[in-house]
Every structure is written in C-alpha cells, then in structure tokens.
Nanobody, 127 residues
Framework: QVQLVESGGGSVQAGGSLRLSCVAS????????MGWFRQAPGKEREGVAS???????MYAAAVKGRFTASRDNAKNTLYLHMNTLKPEDTAMYYCAAERSSRVRVGLVLDALEYNNWGQGTQVTVSS
C-alpha cells in the first residue's frame, strides 16, 4: 500500500505562510488522487484541498484563494502552500491518497473516501 509522510508544520503568526509537504511511497502504477485534510480538537476531519493525477484541484471554501495545492508526480510528493493564515486554520493536517477510480465524483474532499493516511503535521496559527 501507500505510505505517506507529512512535514512542514509549525507555528506561525496570523497572516503568515507555511508550506506542507507529503511524500508518498509504495505507489502502484494506477492513478491516485491525493488530498489534504485537517482536524482541530473537538471537530470532525474536514477536507482542505485535493489534487488528482492530472493536476485537477478542489478547495474547501474556507481556504479558497489562500491555499494552493500541487503535486510533483515524479517525486510522488504533494504540497500545500498556505498563505494569509488565520487562527482558525490551526489544526492537525493530514495528507491522504486513494485510487482515483475509487473516489466518487463530488466527494474528493470527503475523508471517508480515502484509505491511505499520513500521521499528520501540526499547524498552529497565533494572533
């Protein structure tokens, strides 16, 4: 299966920027969609952004215009560039991957669609 390792989390002041990375290993020849999810204490895990193998992206309304997701398929690496960070962005950020054919259209930001998860990286935004 796919192993995912996130990095790049940390503490930043509101208005700052941060870049998260997720390195995937064990990829098969089939196409995978990759996504970023976040979970704050007492909250459900929510989708942040996704990038399919063709580069197609989807963003949650809360981060649209501030976050940019991309992937380097040659390196099997997913990125999330986070700009204009807000305290409400504070959460554990997880990357996830799933075969594109197994993710239903319109549900690419639904955590239940994904079966491969990283351990997470903490992002803390202070005011």
């Amino acid at each position: 299966q796919v192993q995912l390792v996130e990095s790049g989390g940390g503490s930043v002041q509101a208005g700052g920027s941060l870049r998260l990375s997720c390195v995937a290993s064990g990829y098969p020849d089939s196409r995978y969609i990759m996504g970023w999810f976040r979970q704050a204490p007492g909250k459900e895990r929510e989708g942040v952004a996704s990038v399919d193998s063709d580069g197609s992206t989807m963003y949650a309304a809360a981060v649209k215009g501030r976050f940019t997701a991309s992937r380097d398929n040659a390196k099997n690496t997913l990125y999330l560039h986070m700009n204009t960070l807000k305290p409400e962005d504070t959460a554990m950020y997880y990357c996830a991957a799933e075969r594109s054919s197994r993710v239903r259209v319109g549900l690419v930001l639904d955590a239940l669609e994904y079966n491969n998860w990283g351990q997470g990286t903490q992002v803390t935004v202070s005011s």
